[in-house]
């Protein structure tokens, strides 16, 4: 496929050297609180664990969030690029959007910002340009610690701003940023500019991989189910792309009952036998290469 669109999780990252994801939690722990204050528990579901580690750490030590975030950044910036970035960067895309604050897909830290406007904390127009590919950061970047999102707060917030620019309009100052909502635009048959990420959801085919899409990523589930609402529910906008999520056979089983929500919000999900994580992505690649 040429130019394709990617939608890219943490996952790809675990391929790399260094620390796991359940040692940078304990990290943050060990950052704002005594010890013992906060059990890890996998029952927790991460942006309420966040919350609980922050509110504990306020009422505690009188801890700044800014502060607590720029830790998380300073130790997410650090994570090194492996060998499947690169290759994803040859597969040339048009787009890249993805969960991750640090820049290892780019390959290297961004000199510019690329967005129609400045976010300081959510993520809508969050873009960043390096070698033609356009790298949407729709959970916040490490450059800007405060639109890290981790907390059932920050999930809420970035919510409400993704349905305002999808369903109901917006309200920024700047000139740039459309008014329209895109359902209203897409209604006009006016031209769609690409200026968010959202834009994409609804225009352009996206591959999904490398991201688990639990069901605590409440903003990404409310766009596939608001999407597939949109296509199969009458009087409402034309969605004729085409959604992607790739996932490892071996995993298949268990977790049908989420492939069955991803097909029931128009979803294709694509298994791949691979004998290890490298090698399933570079399956994906050549699959995606090859479309």
Known sequence: MRNPILLIGNDINNI???QSWKELLQDIINFCLPEGCVQLDDRKPFPLLYEEIFLTAIRQTHINEADLKTF???KTLAIQSNEIHAEIRSLKPAHILTTNYEFTLEGVIPTSYDGI???RIFSIFRKYIVDNIHYWHIHG????PLSINLGFEHYGGQLQQM???VVSGTTYSSPQAPRLSLVRRMHLKEPIREDSWLDLFFTKDIHIFGLSLDFVETDLWWLLTYRARQKF???TIPVRN???YYI???FVKGAKFKLDMLAANDVKVIDIEAKDKAAYYREVIRRIRQL
Not at 141 to 144: A, G, K, T, Y
């Open 16 to 18: 790399s050297k260094g």
């Open 248 to 250: 490892p056979a071996e």
């Open 117 to 119: 406007i400045t976010e």
């Open 233 to 235: 529910q009458k009087n």
């Open 242 to 244: 085409a959604l992607y």
């Open 163 to 165: 349905r305002n620019y």
């Open 72 to 74: 998380i950044a300073k």
């Open 141 to 144: 970047d490490c450059l800007n």
